[in-house]
T-cell receptor, first 114, second 113 residues
Framework: EAQVTQNPRYLITVTGKKLTVTCSQN?????MSWYRQDPGLGLRQIYY???????DKGDVPEGYKVSRKEKRNFPLILESPSPNQTSLYFC?????????????FGPGTRLTVT | EDKVVQSPLSLVVHEGDTVTLNCSYE??????LLWYKQEKKAPTFLFML????IEKKSGRLSSILDKKELFSILNITATQTGDSAIYLC?????????????FGQGTRLTINP
């Protein structure tokens, strides 16, 4: 089954404790993205990757890092989480830059930073 | 600044009613407009519109784009409780040389039995 998986699905942590949210896709997609969703703000792109070792900043990259060492994996790293990073996070992937309508979203990770 | 604005932000209706959700946009180098439905999980794709005046239809849902006035509407007829969700509008554009998808805030639709 074609899918994007994220782990963990729920996480409560404290300010400053480094964490990683994993994302993996099994569709051999080149393009992967991370979004955060906050009430009243819709989805905002954090980082995206066009292929292995190629990443770029989205609209809200501050406080986040990513890496793309393998095509299937695109982890999101919060080196020193802060309460304003409490949000719902989605990883997504698609085959090509033009096929937004075929963008697959992961199930989401709800992060709370206290 | 590129932006997508949806209205209303929240809507409560009774089962069987017809609803119209609005999406207006200002996005550089417009390529397409997409509608998503989001229940208690990830967004799922509904429609993609690229041309003005051509209605896309799927069952009780339909959508149309007006590229001159820079807006789109999503209609749902004979609503059912299963239509309760957040509906997201997103616009694809070429912004500062990169393809980007700009999302609206979403409309939270609640259908009461």
């Amino acid at each position: 089954e074609a899918q994007v998986t994220q782990n963990p699905r729920y996480l409560i942590t404290v300010t400053g404790k480094k964490l990683t949210v994993t994302c993996s896709q099994n569709m051999n997609h080149e393009y992967m993205s991370w979004y955060r969703q906050d009430p009243g703000l819709g989805l905002r792109q954090i980082y995206y990757s066009m292929n292995v070792e190629v990443t770029d900043k989205g609209d809200v990259p501050e406080g986040y890092k990513v890496s793309r060492k393998e095509k299937r994996n695109f982890p999101l790293i919060l080196e020193s989480p802060s309460p304003n990073q409490t949000s719902l996070y989605f990883c997504a992937s698609r085959l090509s830059p033009l096929r937004w309508y075929e963008q697959y979203f992961g199930p989401g990770t709800r992060l709370t930073v206290t | 600044e590129d932006k997508v604005v949806q209205s209303p932000l929240s809507l409560v209706v009774h089962e069987g009613d017809t609803v119209t959700l609005n999406c207006s946009y200002e996005v550089t180098n417009f390529r397409s407009l997409l509608w998503y439905k989001q229940e208690k999980k990830a967004p799922t794709f509904l429609f993609m519109l690229t041309s003005s005046g051509i209605e896309k239809k799927s069952g009780r849902l339909s959508s149309i784009l007006d590229k001159k006035e820079l807006f789109s509407i999503l209609n749902i007829t004979a609503t059912q409780t299963g239509d309760s969700a957040i509906y997201l509008c997103a616009v694809e554009g070429i912004i500062q040389g990169a393809q980007k998808l700009v999302f609206g805030q979403g409309t939270r639709l609640t259908i009461n039995p």
